[in-house]
Every structure is written in structure tokens, then in C-alpha cells.
């Protein structure tokens, strides 16, 4: 006989089930999507094209992002690129340095240090390369440098309701701009070049067959992990907020919510998303340039999100 305690659990179940998965039209999609990546795929590519297929799905991350704050929210970015380097100059920098030992280094005027600082007559680690000695320290700055630039980016333009086309040109102008700047520090960060010749990860060959398969399905489950997240967030109180806040904002206004702060996450959590994507790209692709997160490649995110339709978390992918 079912007492009211196991029907509420029942009720509990069938919630969350709709919330992460989204009923069975999303239970669906993810066992389509599943078996493609974790089976088809891997079973009828080869290591090359696989591991191709990986950077590729790196770009996913960022338009689930782009679905997220454009989507739902209504905040069109034309800059996620700028989140997406930043999270893969934080693996390149904490790789680099592996990579810089005084004994692989020694042949250099200051060994040590990477390459291309000692080409640009840099003669010591710059301070804010330190943090990226560690890696446990490198994994929290890919995803605390992004959300803190999120936010810091954000929130003044928010709080005086700048949204819309000018929001999108700002967030364009800043990625130009970061473009600039990395070009410009080419003793700080390779300039053009962009940082090159990783290899190892704390003494593991990223570049052999075994570990671009560990890549690849560490991209995948980590894409299915950010996808359902993002499916309990948008079936949340908040999702239902911010879906309301992009068709009716002055009546949700009225209704008594600081859309500032709604919009400010929002935009962080897309950021942090494309961040993630960044770093893996740096571990699949062995290199990290500025050419990668300028102007153009922030449209094409837009574009990927877009084709995908930007209400569908599976189409991002």
C-alpha cells in the first residue's frame, strides 16, 4: 500500500527526472547524442580524426554557453572567445612551464623560463605566471578568472540597463581588445605565435594515441555534465526568470526581481562554460593563440549556437 511518503518521493523522482533530463523527449535526445559520441563515433573514426572531433566539441561548450546567455536570456555576446582564451591560456601557462624545466631549457640565455621570453630578453618569470605552477591552482583560475572578468565586464553595464545590439558591440570591442593585448605582450604570452609546444601534463605525453582517446571522452562527459546542469538551471526558478525577463522585462521589473543580478550570473556561468571548452581545446590541440579568440572566432560561436537553434542545448553540440 503506498503511503503519502512514497508518493511525494514518487513526485520528487518524476521532478528532477524533468528538470535535468526533460522528460522523455530529453531522456531522447541525450541517449541519441550518448551513443554517438561515446559509441559511434569511437568505433568507426580513427585516433586522428577522433581526437579532430574533439576539438571540435570544444566549441560546443562555448555555444551552450552562447544558449544559455543568448537564448534564454536574451543577451546576445559577441566575445565568448575572450573566455574561451582565457581558460586555455590558463592550461597553456601551467603546460608551458612544465614544459620549461632548467634542464629542457638549458641552451637558453635564462633557463627556466619559456621560449619565448627569453627570445623577447624577459630574464625572470613574470608574477602572474607563478599561480599557474601549480596545477590545482591552474584549475581554479579556469574557473575563477573568467567568471571575476564576467562579472567585473558585466555588471556596470547591467545596472544602467545596457543591453540589446550596444551590450553585443561592447562585448566585441573588449575581445578585440584582448586580441591586442596578448599581440602586443609578446614576451608575456607569445604574442601572434600564441604559446606552442606542449606536451606533457604533470609528466603525461598528451600527444600519444592513448591520451588523445582520454581527452576526447573527458570532453565528452564533460559536455553531457554542463548540458544537464544547464537543463536544471533553465527548468529553475531562475530560468523561468530570465526566459521571462528577455520577452517582458519592464513587467517582470515591476514584479519586483533586480534583473541586474539575474543577468550578471547568467552572463558569468556562460562565461565559466567557455572557459572549460578553452582549456581542453589547449590539451587536445598542444598550442594556444590569440588568433583563436579574436573577433572572427567569437561571430563563429555565435554562428554554432545559432545553426543549432539557440533554445536547444543538444543543438549547441
Known sequence: MNTPKDHTARLSTQSFFQAVIGGKSGLLSLIVLSSLLFIVLPLSLDTFRLNLTGKYLCFAFTAIGLVLCWGHAGI????????FGIGGYCMAMFLKLEASDPESTAIQTTPGIPDFMDWNQVTELPWFWHPFESFAATLA???ILPAVAAFLFSVFYFKNRVTG??????TQSAV??????????QGHFGGINGITDLKTLNGWDIRSESAQMTLYFLSVCLLIIIILCSRYLLSSRLGRVLVAQRDKEERVRF???NLTNFRVFIFCVSAVISSVGGALFTLQVGFMSPNLIGVVPSIDMVIFAAVGGRLSLYGAV
Open 165 to 170: 545590439v550596444v551590450f553585443a558591440i561592447l
Open 141 to 143: 583560475l579556469i574557473f
Open 176 to 185: 578585440a581588445a584582448l586580441w591586442y593585448f596578448i599581440v602586443g605582450k
Open 255 to 257: 514584479s519586483g526581481y
Open 76 to 83: 546576445l555576446s559577441l566575445g565568448q572567445g575572450a573566455f
